[in-house]
């Protein structure tokens, strides 16, 4: 069924900010509540964000409220993660992942993880 690749990853310095995207390279996205996790070298998988099928709700974990945006567009089959103010703590491999319906997805739910977007942070 669905499909999802993300993208955008790269170096960024301190401070700065960097877009990843979550694209449905196949099936249709706005069926699904789309999440976005990261893991950091040696430490374990986290959640980072959700958004609702209809984009009508959001959620994100404490350590990035405030600085990071989920977003969506059904009508492009595109979610997207806007991280601002990055810190070293942000370096990670981010992957993103559906659940169904309103449901956001879990660590202990996703059957798939695809290669994600490495994020480094560094100066």
């Known amino acids: 069924q669905l499909q999802l690749v993300e993208s955008g990853g790269g170096l960024v310095q301190p401070g700065g900010s960097l877009r990843l995207s979550c694209v449905a390279s196949?099936?249709?996205?706005?069926?699904?509540?789309i999440g976005w996790f990261r893991q950091a070298p040696g430490k374990e998988r986290e959640e980072v964000s959700c958004?609702?099928?209809?984009?009508?709700?959001?959620n994100y974990a404490d350590s990035v409220k405030g600085r990071f945006t989920i977003s969506r567009d059904n009508a492009k089959n595109t979610a997207w993660l806007q991280m601002n103010s990055l810190d070293a703590e942000d370096t990670a491999i981010y992957y993103c992942?559906?659940?169904?319906?309103?449901?956001?997805?879990?660590?202990?739910?996703?059957?798939?993880w695809g290669k994600g977007a490495p994020v480094t942070v560094s100066s």
């Open positions: 992942a559906p659940g169904l319906g309103r449901f956001c997805p879990s660590i202990s739910t996703v059957n798939h």
């Open positions: 196949s099936g249709t996205l706005y069926h699904y509540a």
């Open positions: 958004i609702s099928s209809s984009g009508g709700s959001t």
